[in-house]
């Protein structure tokens, strides 16, 4: 005779009645662990120190541990948990958003403190999105494996990218996806112990929520309800406490360990945006540089075959404050630079940075355009694709176009944004001779760098059109005592004009950069070729705070924001082997340099370049920190100047960064 408990499950399975909830619970339970069982070979690493490669039992235990209770909770049932389904339900969605909250500071980049205001910084966004995702699921379940999904993801690839690329994601990497999945194919992504430790709080999320009251049907009110609340905290986020944000691209570690990585990541989103001009339409601005035409090389004049364009770091001469430093200061730490006369071009280079964001100066004098209308650091807010530039200009011309710059090809996006603009290669630190000679407190010195720009040359092809755009790195910060070691001492002694030990430093800097200057020009000014030199600084150095008070003569704080602007000035020389027009420049800002270059290169020149050289001649400094015309009047901002012209460089600059081809 056929056992009873036989036939019932045939008569269940015939009548298609449903498995019980911990029957359920069990076998999801089975599945994630057979998934982790199976990952264990890939993530094995994980549970070894990164350093030393000695064991750690502790995270092998602790996540035994975590699956163990996950195992208790799915062959438990809790019928009293269908009860109050509403309150369960608000309890659900905020445990959903801690357990991301938890993902995040596992892969947290930096060393973050647990502090009220980075909770609330962090949990809200996560909230918002958690019930939005809930809004559209109407279920807790799936919206737990939606929001975990999301919130393992985003961490996860933060976290590799700053392994990787030593900076976080950014909101406007979302333009280059593409161009990221070709880069990480070339990279091998290792599981570590916070992509286990993300996966176990996921699973345990899922054994938690499956316990949790069924949804009830859809309805106008609950979906009005969450998107209600959703709203509400959207406006309480963006009016109470996005605008108590810091935010800094340089120190993005100390961003994300103060904000938090979701925090960090939403106080970014303005600088991705670059505003249109009010009247901009493209057609227009390309009818008008169409209407403008190319500037072509004048034949009855010497062209330039090489072109070497260097960025000297914090590279600064206080003259511009008159001459309190002059006195103060036993000899001139830059005399062969301060020589120059013949067949030179000199002056005044007023820049929209001060002790850092080098890539603002470099970002002006490579493409033309002001940081008065792009936000701070473009290098790593706008480059999304191609962007014209001199050295797109000089690629049509015919010159090889070649980069180098001393440390790391990431830093401030160069790897990307130099391709970008047009570079054929660029060298960095790890493909120069590390012989510890080349270096001057653990920076690549501007002796060695220059010795490679000569070498570099050496290697071309006679008379090929040579380029190349170099950026140093001897001179950068800090200027502390701690900064020196046993190769290289300080020079220069300014007892006269107070206790200053780093302007001491800085100035014993420049005595270095003055003589690798000179070797330069004295081997270029033998070879017969056409050469022409541009040599400027990217900002002046942040030294002891009252050290500009010393120069100015008055607490910085007192002076006016015209006299302010000679703390954003830097020198600049275009030198030739050949002869061109000598003559001095008391004011130009860096955007206009490159085309100024180009000038005095003799060689082809867009549209876009020859504006701004007639641009020159009406406003000859147009920077974030103010403007100045031909007349020497100056100007807070482009409201108070109000000039058609400037109207017009403002819409065709956003041509040039967003719609140009």
């Keep these: 005779?056929?056992?009873?408990?036989?036939?019932?499950?045939?008569?269940?399975?015939?009548?298609?009645?449903?498995?019980?909830?911990?029957?359920?619970?069990?076998?999801?339970?089975?599945?994630?662990?057979?998934?982790?069982?199976?990952?264990?070979?890939?993530?094995?690493?994980?549970?070894?120190?990164?350093?030393?490669?000695?064991?750690?039992?502790?995270?092998?235990?602790?996540?035994?541990?975590?699956?163990?209770?996950?195992?208790?909770?799915?062959?438990?049932?809790w019928e009293g948990f269908q009860k109050r389904a509403t309150l369960w339900r608000e309890i659900g969605?905020?445990?959903?958003?801690?357990?991301?909250?938890?993902?995040?500071?596992?892969?947290?980049?930096?060393?973050?403190?647990?502090?009220?205001?980075?909770?609330?910084?962090?949990?809200?966004?996560?909230?918002?999105?958690?019930?939005i995702i809930h809004?559209?699921?109407?279920?807790?379940?799936?919206?737990?494996?939606?929001?975990?999904?999301?919130?393992?993801?985003?961490?996860?690839?933060?976290?590799?990218?700053?392994?990787?690329?030593?900076?976080?994601?950014?909101?406007?990497?979302?333009?280059?996806?593409?161009?990221?999945?070709?880069?990480?194919?070339?990279?091998?992504?290792?599981?570590?112990v916070q992509l286990i430790a993300s996966y176990l709080i996921f699973v345990i999320l899922h054994q938690l929520v499956i316990f949790l009251p069924k949804e009830s049907e859809r309805s106008v009110k609950k979906a009005g309800a969450n998107a209600a609340v959703a709203a509400c905290l959207v406006l309480i986020y963006a009016y109470g406490i996005f605008p108590q944000f810091s935010t800094s691209i340089w120190a993005v570690i100390f961003n994300n360990a103060e904000n938090g990585t979701v925090a960090s990541f939403i106080s970014y989103l303005p600088w991705a945006f670059l505003e249109k001009p009010e009247g901009y339409d493209t057609a227009e601005a390309e009818a008008y540089l169409e209407k403008v035409g190319e500037t072509k090389a004048d034949e009855s004049r010497t062209s330039a075959v090489n072109i070497i364009m260097i960025m000297d770091e914090s590279m600064t001469d206080y003259a511009v404050f008159g001459d309190r430093m002059a006195e103060a200061l036993p000899e001139d730490p830059m005399p062969f630079f301060h020589s120059l006369q013949e067949n030179t071009v000199r002056g005044n280079l007023y820049v929209s940075c001060y002790g850092g964001n080098t890539c603002d100066?470099?970002?002006?004098?490579?493409?033309?355009?002001?940081?008065?209308?792009?936000?701070?650091?473009?290098?790593?807010?706008?480059?999304?694709?191609?962007?014209?530039?001199?050295?797109?200009?000089?690629?049509?011309d015919g010159y090889e176009a070649i980069a180098m710059h001393p440390l790391g090809a990431a830093d401030w996006n160069r790897d990307d944004v130099y391709r970008y603009l047009g570079f054929t290669s660029f060298t960095t630190l790890e493909d120069l001779d590390q012989d510890e000679e080349n270096f001057i407190r653990g920076n690549y010195s501007d002796q060695a760098d220059f010795a490679?720009?000569?070498?570099?040359?050496?290697?071309?092809?006679?008379?090929?059109?040579?380029?190349?755009?170099?950026?140093?790195?001897?001179?950068?910060?800090?200027?502390?005592?701690?900064?020196?070691?046993?190769?290289?001492?300080v020079s220069t002694d300014l007892s006269a004009l107070g206790d200053y030990p780093q302007a001491e430093l800085f100035f014993s800097l420049m005595k270095e950069t003055d003589q690798a200057i000179e070797k330069l020009v004295t081997y270029f000014s033998q070879v017969e070729e056409p050469t022409i030199i541009c040599i400027y600084g990217d900002h002046q150095p942040d030294l002891q705070d009252d050290f500009l008070d010393v120069l100015y003569g008055e607490p910085e704080s007192e002076v006016s924001h015209q006299e302010r602007q000679k703390k954003y000035t830097t020198p600049f020389v275009i030198w030739a082997n050949y002869d061109i027009e000598e003559t001095t420049i008391d004011k130009m800002s860096a955007n206009y340099l490159g085309p100024m270059l180009l000038r005095y290169a003799n060689v082809d020149m867009s549209a876009y370049d020859t504006f701004l050289l007639d641009l020159y001649e009406n406003y000859p400094v147009i920077a974030s920190t103010g403007i100045y015309?031909?007349?020497?009047?100056?100007?807070?901002?482009?409201?108070?100047?109000?000039?058609?012209?400037?109207?017009?460089?403002q819409k065709l600059q956003y041509y040039q960064m967003k719609d140009a081809k």
């Design 629 to 649: 015309d031909a007349q020497g009047n100056f100007y807070d901002n482009e409201e108070e100047a109000d000039s058609e012209r400037i109207d017009l460089y």
């Design 1 to 77: 005779m056929e056992d009873k408990h036989i036939v019932r499950k045939r008569k269940d399975r015939k009548m298609g009645t449903k498995k019980p909830e911990w029957a359920k619970r069990r076998r999801f339970f089975l599945c994630t662990f057979a998934l982790f069982l199976i990952s264990l070979p890939w993530s094995y690493r994980g549970f070894f120190d990164a350093e030393t490669g000695d064991f750690r039992p502790l995270w092998l235990v602790l996540c035994v541990a975590v699956w163990a209770a996950a195992a208790a909770l799915s062959f438990v049932k």
């Design 452 to 489: 490679w720009i000569i070498n570099r040359y050496e290697q071309k092809k006679e008379g090929d059109p040579f380029f190349l755009f170099n950026v140093t790195m001897q001179n950068h910060g800090g200027y502390g005592q701690e900064t020196l070691d046993g190769n290289w001492q």
């Design 135 to 192: 809004l559209f699921a109407n279920s807790l379940t799936l919206t737990a494996t939606i929001a975990g999904i999301i919130c393992l993801a985003f961490a996860g690839v933060n976290f590799y990218v700053y392994e990787l690329r030593a900076r976080p994601i950014y909101p406007w990497d979302i333009f280059s996806l593409g161009t990221a999945a070709v880069v990480a194919e070339d990279y091998q992504i290792v599981a570590c």
């Design 361 to 396: 100066t470099e970002f002006e004098s490579l493409t033309g355009n002001s940081i008065l209308y792009a936000p701070n650091t473009p290098f790593e807010t706008q480059f999304h694709g191609p962007m014209p530039s001199i050295v797109s200009t000089l690629k049509e």
């Design 93 to 131: 969605l905020l445990g959903i958003s801690v357990a991301g909250l938890a993902m995040f500071c596992i892969f947290s980049v930096g060393d973050y403190q647990l502090t009220p205001w980075f909770v609330i910084s962090n949990l809200i966004p996560i909230y918002i999105l958690v019930r």
